[in-house]
């Protein structure tokens, strides 16, 4: 990294040209990244243009390669597929086709290609690159361009991104269209699942790819699995076939079963969901239903997350590019753990390819090892998760670990009691559910809470548990009595700001209570986002979400409204507290023209010129406007008073429509990844309490009171980390609950750029060019998907 911070704004653009393609199947998000390249390439001076239906648009050349403009782009975030065409190209994979799409570039000037496609499409583009100099050579031979512009073209620039909903390009914890998918998948299960609840459907077969098969049984608590990097053992039917009859002993109305394409049992045989049906059939008798989603997973509107993703690599791309010298390799921009990186394209290539290597030579356990650390992960948490041993399978164990939530509800928390649970369980120890929160704890809402206790709480929304936002401090006597009738150990808190006060309150009670020195583990959950020690809380990417239906409700009315023709501006207030997560990253997602927060004062002139800015977008052909407000932003500029500013001063241009989310933001089925993130933090952190507790435990008894064994377990940059909550007091804001630094501030440029703003936009971390091998070694925990 840079020792001093840079800018973009020394990073011109100005006569050089940038072109951008998308190649191989579609993916959601995949238009997020193209409006990204676009923008970001005006922005900084440059060229662009969009060339349609992938290679085969290059090759053909004419009017599939069109110079793109500001409004090319506009309202194309929200959009699925890809705008722009994409095609398979056998004609780039010749000679002859390279030469004439060497042609049509240098025609054009475009000597910087932005490629979104899967491995295949950007090993064509670097096989590309390596011969440019030799076409060019045979073009001048040929007189179809002069030496002159062979010289003035010389180097050809790669980057790439990866779209593809597989997720199966190594280097990167995340595809473009990954999450989308994942979306349409659970949104299917959550849909039987509620007809579960009115007829017997005993048995539901999805067939899906193979990292969406392994998340999606995450997200949804599948009963079973199927994967081909882990081929069932031997006898594998009769044991599924007793899970399933102990599930329906347990009044289990619906059992998820999930087969992944290429699914081969161990003696390489084909797992079919047809084979998988009729075995539940003829020995179990059960009714059971096949579903295979097919290109249902590639359809529907990005997530908050892929369009998040798709324009912070788009930015990155074009600052790649901007910064590539003749020497630079073709490099993919990724994203690892929370941030964007670029990492040498055919390192990456060749590492995706050595994955498949091991699957044909039946190596499965290198396979999954190369396949990253998250995806090992993501299948570690499941094999915890899914195996329900008999009483005699389990270790013994003398703890007894209490969990509860405190605070406001947010989409995840039930994921994150499950695993507890079941983790929990797994390693022997005695689990205590608490209600209500420290309230309930000083009450003795206390019970044991079992493996079958928490079967289908993933897809929950709010807090089953119950949750307050009472804190122990004026309650301290009877939590530490609690605490002595139950024999507790061990505390798991999953909340918000207030979880985070109530264990700093525990701490401070040690000295006086003996009863609090015990293991304490802390998990961020909250839609504010506002949790020191975390880049990210379990509960605000369901919010996220929430804010980008509205975005998309919007677009839908301004169609549906006087034959598309009425210009109209949404007011939104996002809610937050002083925490600005949800109203910045949100207008990231959503493509906000503004976003108002408190860590960003803003005064009557910031307004007006909001206002004079907005309305010389609307006299062009864009139809609709976004702003989004942080509830506590300015006591003064209330969203009412925003609404009638706008409202008044873009009379005769556009009208304006206001919307408080409010409660809305809370509510509803978690999404994947808060489903997905709660479920893996919280096994992580039962593993953390289990490891605490033996080595805590003397003479019958178990005492902590090291700052180290009260901590809260949070993402930081590309790890998960345990840090002592006493260590994180220096880092808070306690007035206005919220840390001190947080992360996403460096997004609100991206936001304003591609809203057609002047700012700067600090790069200080970008321009990694990082090896393969080397992010390996210091990748110690990815905590995405």
């Known amino acids: 990294m840079p020792d001093t911070k840079k800018f973009f704004e020394n990073l011109s653009g100005a006569g050089k040209c940038v072109a951008v393609l998308t190649s191989g199947g579609d993916a959601q998000g995949m238009n997020g990244a193209v409006r990204a390249v676009v923008r970001m390439g005006i922005y900084v001076g440059a060229k662009v243009y969009l060339i349609h239906e992938g290679y085969q648009g290059m090759v053909d050349g004419g009017d599939n390669i069109k110079e793109a403009t500001w409004e090319s782009v506009s309202s194309m975030l929200q959009v699925g597929g890809t705008f722009i065409g994409s095609a398979r190209c056998a004609e780039f994979r010749t000679h002859d086709g390279r030469l004439r799409a060497a042609q049509n570039l240098v025609k054009r000037g475009i000597t910087n290609l932005c490629v979104i496609g899967g491995d295949g499409s950007l090993t064509g583009a670097n096989l590309f690159r390596e011969e440019w100099s030799g076409l060019l050579e045979e073009l001048v031979q040929s007189g179809k361009i002069d030496e002159a512009a062979a010289q003035a073209h010389s180097v050809l620039h790669i980057v790439g991104m990866v779209g593809s909903i597989d997720n ?22 959550d849909a039987i699942m509620t007809t579960a609840q009115s007829y017997v459907i005993v048995c539901m077969c999805l067939c899906v790819c193979r990292y969406l098969a392994l998340v999606s049984a995450l997200a949804c608590g599948a009963d079973w699995v199927f994967i081909p990097e882990l081929p069932p053992e031997d006898g594998w039917e009769d044991l599924m076939c007793q899970k399933l009859s ?77 910064e590539a010298s003749p020497g630079t390799p073709a490099c993919v921009v990724s994203l690892c753990g929370n941030q964007a990186v670029r990492l040498p394209l055919m390192e990456c290539v060749q590492m995706t390819q ?4 091991a699957m044909d030579e039946k190596k499965f356990e290198e396979a999954v090892r190369l396949r990253g650390r998250s995806f090992e992960n993501n299948l570690n948490t499941y094999k915890l998760l899914s195996h329900r ?45 608490v209600n209500d929160g420290f309230e309930g704890f000083s009450k003795g ?46 505390l798991l808190v999953i909340g918000g700001f207030e979880a985070f006060e109530c264990v700093l309150q525990l701490c401070d009670a040690r000295s006086k209570y003996e009863e609090f020195c015990l293991p304490m583990c802390m998990l961020p959950a909250t839609i504010s986002n506002n949790v020191p020690g975390t880049d ?49 990253v949100g207008g990231l997602a959503a493509g906000a023209d503004a976003a108002y927060i408190y860590e960003e004062p803003f005064d009557i002139r910031d307004l007006q010129a909001n206002v004079e800015h907005l309305t010389a977008k609307m006299k062009t052909s864009i139809q609709r406007g976004l702003v989004l407000r942080n509830e506590n932003s300015n006591d003064n500029y209330t969203t009412d008073f925003i609404y009638q500013l706008y409202s008044e ?34 096994a992580k952190a039962m593993q953390w309490i289990s490891k605490r507790l033996r080595e805590f435990y003397r003479e019958g008894r178990v005492f902590a009171n090291t700052e180290d064994s009260a901590c809260l377990l949070g993402m930081r940059r590309r790890a998960l980390l345990f840090q002592p909550v006493i260590q994180l007091k220096d880092e808070t804001d306690f007035e ?48 995405t998907i």
């Open 168 to 189: 199966d390009f190594c280097g990167t914890d995340m595809t473009i269209g990954t999450d989308s998918a994942l979306h349409r998948i659970i949104e299917v299960v």
């Open 246 to 322: 102990e599930n329906r002993a347990d009044k289990k109305r619906l059992n998820i079963i999930i087969v992944a394409e290429g699914a081969i049992d161990s003696s390489n045989k084909a797992i079919s969901t047809d084979y998988v049906k009729d075995l539940v059939v003829r020995c179990l008798g059960f009714d059971t239903r096949v579903t295979i989603l097919g290109h249902v997973q590639r359809g529907g509107t990005p997530s908050a997350f892929d369009r998040i993703l798709a324009s912070r690599m788009g930015v990155e791309a074009v600052l790649a590019l901007l």
């Open 354 to 357: 050595e994955v498949q290597k």
């Open 389 to 433: 041993k008999s009483d005699s399978e389990l270790p013994h164990s003398p703890f007894t670990v209490a969990v509860l939530n405190v605070g406001a509800p947010a989409a995840g928390m039930n994921a994150a009691v499950r695993s507890a649970v079941r983790v929990g369980i797994t390693e022997g120890h005695k689990m205590l559910a």
């Open 445 to 490: 809402q206390i019970k044991e809470i079992k493996w079958g206790d928490v079967g289908g709480w993933t897809g929950q929304g709010g807090s089953l548990l119950g949750t307050k936002r009472t804190l122990p401090l004026k309650k301290l006597d009877k939590i530490a009595e609690q605490i002595r009738i139950h024999n507790i150990n061990a």
């Open 536 to 584: 990210l809380s379990i509960g605000a990417d369901t919010s996220l979400n929430a804010i980008v239906e509205v975005r998309q409700m919007t677009c839908d009315r301004i169609k549906q409204s006087a034959s598309g023709t009425k210009r109209r501006v949404f007011i939104i207030e996002t809610m937050g507290g002083y925490c600005g997560y949800l109203a910045s």
């Open 649 to 682: 001063e873009g009379k005769g241009v556009f009208d304006c429509r206001k919307n408080v989310l409010g409660h809305m933001q809370q509510g509803g089925a978690p999404s994947p990844f808060d489903r997905n993130f709660g479920t893996k933090i919280a």
């Open 736 to 783: 206005h609950r919220i840390p001190k630094e947080q992360w996403w501030l460096k997004l609100r440029p991206l936001m304003k750029i591609l809203a057609k703003y002047k700012t700067s936009y600090d790069v200080s971390d970008s321009g990694q060019l990082e090896h393969v091998v080397r992010l390996r070694a210091k990748d110690t925990d990815n905590s």
